[in-house]
């Protein structure tokens, strides 16, 4: 049995945060030239400090049969206070519209098993080991330090300006994927949401509506890796799986171009087996573009044959193998790629620039159109040893 | 080691018998000391100069501009099928406009963020002078008025559109939490501005201020201010409104273009009607980008633009209807079948969606707003020009104020303060002389013929919303518009900047 306490500060990710700094802006325009031009892009915050970190670990560490299985719990609370955030703030009083503030409190809470079993057979002909790691965390957002709820992971052009996929809240876990809930489809195509407070009225445009809920949790439940390596005679075989569970993903795909909106072209949908032909009606962000992204990857898997030689030969070891990388993920996630997402790339412009240059680290769980399907990797090997 | 003391102390008695260590004046070839600086008008541009680019905001889709001109009558943005389907754009025409609307917000930041940075140019310049670094006091007045001045124009925009906003003056605003202002204090705020830097400022016309403040565009901002003080404070000031404007036009340095066009031309840097404008530049300084807001997705092949149009901004057929087919200013608009590049190949849409088959043609009329509108629909807002091959950005500079607005507020001043004014009447018929071959004078005028000759002449350049409000028709119904309150003649104070401090929200959001 162990356990363990421990607070520390975070190194910042750069320098220089708590002081005003000026950035390039456009050129200025002065008889007939335009020259360049410093404004200010940064305010200074001489209060900052270096984030902290208190961890709490207690633990239990097991080996029986001599040391083959070993096994090893962990339950740990990681709490980070006084988070660093380029903070939006007023202007007036602030010159910029963006400070690095202390502001932000995440407690990280988890199990993480693992457990190592050396020679679960092993004759002289057969050898079997395994591997398994499991663990889930619940990242609380307990304070973000400023007034909550609040959007964050703007959905983006075309059709969405101003509306979010992640909604922030003091006290509840991040990547809260909030929305309406369909309720079906009306005869003349419209989508029809259902009114959670009973008022009669579905209140469709105000960001926190008593008629949204949240859909789904960006973060996952469980995540677990089990790697496998059997020997057979001359035989080896490696697999290795991994997957995750209880996260949902905003498909942005969808979102965008899902539905047969009213007086949109019939071309270029996503057909997903979600695609209902009925509809006609512009997108809000609802239950169904919500997913459940559970999935096993098979992450690696490797196939070997190793010939004899006899003792005198120049070679002493000649071993073929094949493998693969990625090669089957299952999951009913209809997107591309049911990983978790933990932090938004964000939206993209009109020239397909990102809007940010910083990954937003509150809004775990959105799956951007900036997605491409993970490649498949298939290899054919020697190993010579001599 | 008995040579190495005896070295040393040889090398000791050089160094202190050397005479070139007394003199330390030696010239700086890397750095500018503080009393070589603030010499020139080119190093105080050094320092003035980047205070303008925040005006360039004024060009793009998504903030003050945007909602200036679709809160108003001449320009909206329906729902296109799938796109523009964010309500905002809709319910910005509609006044339905609240305070969690991102477009509220980034108008707030843009006037603030030229404000804040006028104070830290006028803390320098102020903390500069205070330890003697300025070495030209004529220059340094002067200076200093001009961002005074530029500072005055923020806070003019803010009272015309939010109303109660804090005012800050200082650089350093330590702790403090801006509060609200009421209104008619804001008002005499920028009035007493104005007048204070009015002597202090450049006078002199030239191409070296273009896109600057100057003496004729603080009179500007004066005699707009007079011109809506009843509005805004409760008390009419025609006539000081009319000194200013008085000012402007005996001056003799402005006058009207032969060609109304000629204001909206890609190089219309040389117009005589600018008192001030904003001076975009594709490559230096972009931010205008009109051609994407308005045109067709595909009027790119009309013009072989590098981006695709947004198909968004477009006019009304109530106020394009205000135009006389005969009148060259109908020419600010965009209507009719659509061309390619060549002007013989019709434009397609392959995925039109409206009756009339496939060839883009641009209809006054829009037939539904907040869905089902057709992508053909409306007229676009054709009175820049749109530069051939172009990317997103125009080089055409933006007037922000031009003279035939100075004329035609004068007209206006003069016919209420005597609504049989002939002379009144012929200012107005000065502008409309140049839009009509031959002229077709109006005989007499109402508020109805001056607020629509306003419209006709100014359209898409940020009046609007205000001539509106000025002449008690903001809250009327139009086509699309169901008719709203008074109260939505300011906008709400964005909810992320009450939320940290202490200001009130304006009534009814």
Redesign the interface.
């Given at each position: 049995m162990r356990a363990s306490w421990g607070q520390s500060g975070m190194q910042p990710i750069s320098d220089g945060l708590s002081r005003e700094t000026l950035g390039p802006?456009?050129?200025?325009?002065?008889?007939?030239n335009?020259?360049p031009?410093?404004?200010?892009v940064n305010n200074a915050n001489p209060n900052l400090r270096a984030e902290r970190n208190t961890a709490l670990n207690i633990g239990l560490d097991v080996q029986l049969f001599h040391g083959n299985l070993s096994a090893s719990l962990n339950w740990f609370q990681h709490t980070n206070d006084r988070l660093l955030i380029p903070t939006?703030?007023?202007?007036?009083?602030?010159?910029?519209?963006n400070t690095w503030l202390n502001t932000g409190e995440l407690r990280n809470t988890g199990m993480d098993a693992q457990i190592s079993w050396n020679h679960i057979v092993n004759t002289s002909q057969l050898d079997w080991s395994a591997d398994l790691v499991l663990w889930g965390t619940n990242t609380q957002l307990v304070n973000i330090g400023?007034?909550t709820p609040d959007f964050t992971a703007y959905i983006g052009s075309?059709?969405?300006?101003?509306?979010g996929y992640i909604l922030v809240e003091n006290d509840a876990p991040l990547g809260q994927l909030y929305g309406l809930v369909q309720a079906g489809v009306n005869p003349d195509g419209t989508i029809q949401y259902k009114d959670l407070n009973k008022d009669q009225t579905v209140d469709i445009?105000?960001?926190v509506s008593p008629d949204k809920q949240v859909l789904g949790q960006g973060t996952p439940k469980l995540e677990m890796g089990i790697n496998q390596t059997l020997r057979y005679g001359r035989w080896d075989l490696n697999v290795f799986l991994r997957g995750a569970f209880g996260h949902s993903l905003a498909h942005d795909n969808r979102v965008h171009y899902e539905?047969l909106?009213?007086?949109?072209?019939l071309?270029n949908h996503i057909k997903t087996s979600y695609f209902n032909s009925r509809i006609r009606d512009?997108?809000q962000i609802s239950d169904v573009f919500v997913e459940k992204a559970n999935f096993l990857r098979l992450d690696n898997a490797t196939l070997g044959y190793r010939f004899a030689f006899k003792e005198t030969a120049r070679i002493q070891m000649l071993r073929l193998y094949v493998g693969g990388q990625n090669m089957l993920v299952f999951s009913k996630y209809t997107g591309m790629d049911p990983e978790v997402r933990w932090q938004d790339n964000g939206t993209f412009d009109?020239?397909g620039r990102p809007y940010s240059a910083s990954p937003n680290l509150l809004a775990p769980g959105v799956d951007r159109r900036g997605t491409y399907y993970l490649s498949k990797t298939y290899f054919l090997g020697v190993q010579a040893g001599f | 080691m008995k040579q190495f003391i005896r070295l040393g102390i040889l090398s000791l008695l050089l160094l202190a018998l050397n005479p070139a260590c007394t003199q330390l004046d030696e010239p700086l070839y890397d750095q500018i000391s503080t009393d070589q600086f603030f010499t020139t008008q080119t190093e105080f541009d050094q320092i003035i100069g980047p205070l303008y680019t925040n005006l360039y905001g004024l060009g793009s889709h998504g903030g003050f501009f945007s909602m200036q001109e679709i809160s108003s009558d001449e320009v909206a943005i329906p729902n296109r099928g799938g796109d523009w389907g964010d309500d905002v754009w809709v319910r910005a025409h509609q006044h339905y406009y609240n305070a969690y609307d991102q477009p509220v917000s980034n108008a707030w930041s843009f006037l603030y963020s030229g404000i804040l940075a006028c104070n830290r140019i006028l803390d320098l310049l102020d903390k500069s002078n205070q330890q003697g670094h300025i070495p030209n006091t004529e220059l340094y007045t002067q200076n200093r008025a001009e961002a005074r001045a530029l500072r005055a124009l923020y806070y003019y925009w803010l009272l015309d559109f939010f109303g109660n906003v804090p005012i800050i003056t200082d650089y350093d605003t330590g702790n403090t939490i801006p509060t609200n202002t009421p209104r008619a204090q804001v008002f005499d705020f920028v009035e007493q501005e104005l007048l204070a830097v009015s002597p202090l400022i450049n006078k002199n016309i030239t191409q070296a201020n273009y896109g600057r403040m100057h003496y004729y565009a603080v009179q500007m901002l004066l005699a707009k201010l007079y011109l809506n003080a009843e509005v805004y404070a409760g008390t009419p000031r025609w006539n000081d409104a009319l000194d200013a404007c008085n000012t402007i036009i005996n001056a003799g340095l402005y006058a009207l273009e032969a060609d109304y066009f000629a204001n909206f031309k890609v190089q219309n840097q040389t117009s005589h009607e600018f008192i001030l404008a904003v001076p975009f530049d594709a490559k230096a300084a972009p931010g205008f980008n009109l051609a994407q807001m308005t045109l067709h997705y595909s009027a790119q092949a009309t013009y072989n633009l590098q981006q695709q149009p947004w198909n968004g901004y477009c006019s009304l057929q109530e106020f394009y209807e205000k135009y006389d087919s005969n009148d060259v200013r109908i020419n600010n608009f965009l209507v009719g079948p659509q061309y390619e590049a060549d002007g013989i190949t019709p434009l397609l849409d392959s995925n039109f969606d409206d009756p009339d088959g496939p060839q883009v043609v641009y209809t006054p009329e829009i037939n539904a707003f907040t869905m089902n509108c057709y992508r053909q629909a409306g007229v676009r807002i054709g009175k820049y020009e749109f530069e051939k091959g172009a990317g997103p950005d125009m080089s055409n500079d933006m007037p922000v104020f031009r003279f035939s607005d100075v004329l035609l507020m004068k007209a206006e001043i003069l016919w209420r303060l005597s609504p049989s004014s002939t002379e009144a009447l012929d200012l107005v018929n000065t502008v409309r002389k140049r839009a009509f071959e031959p002229d077709e004078d109006l005989p007499s005028l109402n508020a109805q013929t001056l607020l629509d000759e306003r419209g006709r002449e100014l359209f898409y350049e940020g009046v609007r919303r205000q001539d509106l409000i000025r002449f008690g028709v903001y809250g009327a119904p139009t086509e699309f518009m169901p008719g709203s309150d008074p109260c939505k003649e300011i906008m709400p104070i964005p909810a992320g900047h009450l939320n940290l401090s202490n200001l009130q929200q304006n009534p009814c959001y």
């Open positions: 802006n456009v050129h200025y325009y002065s008889d007939g335009y020259l031009g410093l404004t200010v939006q703030v007023p202007q007036p009083p602030n010159q910029a519209g400023w007034s075309p059709g969405f300006c101003c509306a445009y105000n960001a539905n909106e009213p007086d949109f072209g071309y512009y997108t009109n020239g | -």
